[in-house]
């Protein structure tokens, strides 16, 4: 596994830190060889660039701190801030502020977000920028550009892993903003490698991710090697040194959080920053969750019943080895995924009925968050029968099949036009890379398995600027279903971990979740269809 190591220049073993020290404008590093070397550190005395934006924006004071804290970083560095408190704009005023020293710079994200970065890069580095876009594998990179935006799906599909890192130094580039680095969390992935071959002789990377833990601590490795590889060498002493492990209700081990999460932070408190919303900008609206229950219809119940009795058979005749590991066969998942499917139709209509309460006793915006095809089709129809009826415009959509430029089209149309109250939107088209500060209303018609992702779809809408003083994200449950089940598990768990959390990030893990769903279903399940 190519994991980026440097090699002590004295005794050519690989360089591994045992300890850092500040001298003036250097930094210190002791390896545990015996040797040490030392690092200019990017000049610190000049003030940072705190000039306001065309439309008047500046940096918050806990931004301005961030930028210090990168610079103070040698701009090697994870902003790991809460989602919604402006990682992007905190990496962007760190390059502006030393644009000798870390310009030209590359962007490493998601394709559905190149032109939002385009735009933020305009908004506070200046419409002086040359900005380009590279859009495939045969775009040329020009040198004498500013900035490099490409998405992580082009490098995932670059044959060559080391190309894209020659051309970077061609065209000087000496600073790589990887956005939402949460995507290169699989060390073996093919865009994980590009990742690391393309930063491994860049001087300046900085990490953008709300959420860098999502599941486990071993995701953690990839972003800490690029950023630190004289402090993390080696994956499997990473796990080793700083990972727990448990055994689960069946006796095998599992990797885990973090072995002693204080030491961890202490180490890596010189490049690693988090901020919650709660610590900085209090103001912020919170998310108000409410559940609207409703039955299942007499159209779909029937086929419900069929898939639940089918769900029943293969479950029952499955081991007790498949049921711990969830590998189970291979159509006990499936029934459970058609069973949501049919809890998302059997929703249409109860959606409807919250639409027209909505609208009627309000002028404000709302995004439906669908997640099956065909349940966003039909809910998009008739709610534009509704919207036609009230004489107002009908309803945006967006869909995961859309190209970027199509996408942020349709985002600043709900985000910028009066007459455009009500968009239709795929969940997890929808979970990253977007500002919606003018809406503060969501219906989530169907659920997701990770509620990660609708945490992320939630969090759309908690963004600087944004003037409601809650975001209301209403859930709606089908009655004696694997909705209400579903749902019950995931509000016993946020209980569970905001008590031994205290309030900090929940660490969602899909597989665990899926299985205590298949056990409540063969037991509750069980119970309610075969009455």
């Not at 002791?30 to 439309?55: A, N």
């Not at 129809?381 to 349709?410: C, F, G, P, Q």
């Not at 659920?447 to 609708?454: F, G, K, L, S, Y």
Request: aromatic share 8%.
């Amino acid at each position: 596994m190519p994991f980026i190591r440097k090699v002590c220049p004295e005794c050519e073993k690989v360089k591994e830190v045992t300890c850092t020290s500040d001298l003036g404008d250097e930094k210190v590093f002791s390896f545990i060889c015996g040797h040490f070397l030392t690092e200019r550190i990017i000049e610190q005395s000049s003030p940072i660039d705190s000039s306001p934006t065309l439309d008047g924006k500046t940096l918050y004071p806990f931004q301005e701190i961030g930028v210090r804290f990168a610079l103070q970083s040698n701009v090697r560095c994870l902003f790991a801030d809460e989602m919604g408190l402006g990682k992007t704009i905190e990496a962007l005023r760190t390059i502006t502020s030393r644009k000798k020293e870390l310009a030209p710079f590359a962007v490493f994200c998601k394709s559905s977000v190149k032109l939002n970065w385009l735009r933020e890069i305009w908004k506070w580095c200046g419409k002086d920028y040359l900005v380009q876009i590279v859009e495939n594998g045969k775009t040329e990179i020009e040198p004498g550009h500013d900035a490099y935006i490409f998405s992580l799906d082009l490098l995932r599909r670059l044959d060559g892993k080391h190309a894209l890192g020659d051309t970077l130094g061609k065209a000087n580039v000496k600073t790589i903003i990887i956005d939402e680095c949460q995507l290169i969390k699989n060390p073996d992935s093919q865009r994980a490698r590009v990742v690391r071959a393309t930063t491994k002789n860049i001087p300046h990377v900085m990490g953008l991710s709300g959420t860098p833990i999502k599941n486990r601590a071993p995701e953690y490795f990839s972003i800490l090697n690029i950023l630190r590889p004289e402090m993390f060498p080696v994956y499997q002493r990473f796990i080793y040194n700083e990972c727990d492990f448990y055994n689960d209700r069946y006796g095998r081990p599992k990797i885990g959080g973090l072995r002693y999460p204080k030491e961890f932070l202490e180490k890596t408190k010189d490049f690693i920053i988090r901020r919650t919303r709660e610590e900085v900008m209090p103001e912020l609206p919170k998310v108000n969750r409410t559940h609207h229950y409703t039955d299942l219809g007499e159209e779909v119940s029937g086929a419900y019943e069929r898939e639940m009795k089918d769900f029943l058979a293969d479950y029952d005749a499955s081991s007790d080895g498949e049921r711990a590991s969830f590998t189970g066969t291979s159509n006990t998942l499936a029934h459970m995924s058609r069973m949501r499917h049919l809890t998302g139709l059997a929703k249409i209509d109860s959606c409807l009925d919250k639409l027209s309460e909505f609208l009627g006793s309000s002028e404000r915006k709302v995004v439906l968050y669908v997640h099956h095809k065909d349940v966003h089709q039909i809910l998009l129809s008739k709610v534009n029968t509704i919207l036609r009826e009230l004489e107002l415009e009908e309803a945006l959509s967006l869909v995961s099949e859309l190209d970027s430029t199509r996408r942020d089209e349709i985002i600043q149309e709900f985000q910028n036009l009066t007459n455009k109250r009500v968009l239709v939107a795929s969940t997890l088209a929808f979970g990253e890379g977007i500002n919606l500060q003018s809406c503060a209303d969501c219906i989530l018609v169907e659920r997701q398995w990770n509620p990660a992702n609708e945490e992320q779809a939630e969090s759309r809408f908690i963004r600087i600027g944004q003037m409601a003083s809650q975001v209301n994200a209403i859930y709606l449950v089908a009655l004696g279903t694997i909705d209400e089940y579903f749902a019950e598990l995931v509000e016993k768990k946020r209980s569970i971990f905001k008590q031994v959390m205290d309030g900090q990030d929940y660490k969602w893990t899909e597989s665990e979740i899926m299985r205590e769903l298949a056990e409540i279903l063969a037991t509750k399940g069980r119970r309610e269809w075969q009455k």
